[in-house]
């Protein structure tokens, strides 16, 4: 073999270990980045990791927010939900145990991020069912029959009529209620609230300020539990 093709098949060998080695350095950088991000996303999910500004506590809660529990409780927990969500279901016996648990000493506020269907329609129908009385009525009717009427593709108006009957309301006001545009702005707006705050998906809620995503019963307690000096 001459010289010259020694040195050519060299090269070539010294090109493609340093073209294995970008690629592996390449590969690594992505590798790190998704650590990183994968790292990031993780802290954000748990409770206490985040902490909202002065701007994003006054997106938190609104003036016309369904509310339960004395206005001056030293706990303030606020749920953004979808009625036609099913994680939202299954975390509303939850929330209403720790409501009965910590009565008295905590503020419990619902605010809206819809996001199927008739989600906005079942906004209105709980609102229209406040305007008499019932709307926290409304809301667990509402999600004890969620596989009857969620995940429809038509309105499912006649059967929220039926559950105000059900719940002995004044169905002709409630029916012309449902219509109110007043309802639809209010659950517009509160979209754009959890949209601003950066809100993934239903349920999310804060515990005085800090973020928890999804339902986590003991994170909740436990920050529940700090607020109250143990």
């Known amino acids: 073999m001459t010289q010259t093709k020694r040195n050519s098949k060299a090269t070539k060998r010294t090109q493609k270990s340093n073209q294995e080695l970008k690629t592996l350095l390449t590969l690594g950088s992505v590798g790190v980045l998704i650590v ?5 996303l993780f802290n954000r999910s748990q409770p206490g990791n985040t ?12 003036e016309d927010s369904p509310t339960r529990g004395p206005a001056d409780a030293t706990v303030t927990l606020v749920e953004f939900l979808d ?17 009965e648990d910590y009565e008295g000493r905590i503020r419990y506020i619902v605010r809206y991020f819809s996001n199927h269907n008739n989600s906005v ?12 009385g019932m709307y926290w ?25 039926r559950y105000a009957r059900e719940l002995g309301l004044d169905v002709e006001r409630f029916t012309a209620s449902l219509q109110n545009p007043v309802y639809l ?9 959890a949209q601003a705050l950066g809100l993934r998906g239903t349920p999310t809620f804060f515990v005085n300020g800090q973020l928890v995503y999804g339902m986590n019963e003991g994170s909740l307690r436990a920050l529940i539990d700090e607020a109250l000096g143990g």
């Open 83 to 99: 009625p036609e969500c099913e994680s939202c279901r299954a975390a509303y016996p939850i929330v209403e145990r720790i409501l």
């Open 185 to 193: 702005e209010k659950a517009e707006r509160d979209q754009r609230d």
């Open 36 to 40: 990183i991000a994968a790292t990031l």
């Open 137 to 161: 009525e409304m809301q667990a009717l509402l999600f004890a029959n969620q596989p009857e009427w969620g995940e429809q593709a038509t309105p499912q108006t006649d059967l929220f009529i």
């Open 51 to 62: 902490a909202l500004s002065a701007d994003d506590q006054a997106l938190l809660v609104r």
């Open 121 to 132: 329609l079942a906004v209105a129908a709980t609102e229209a069912a406040g305007e008499q």
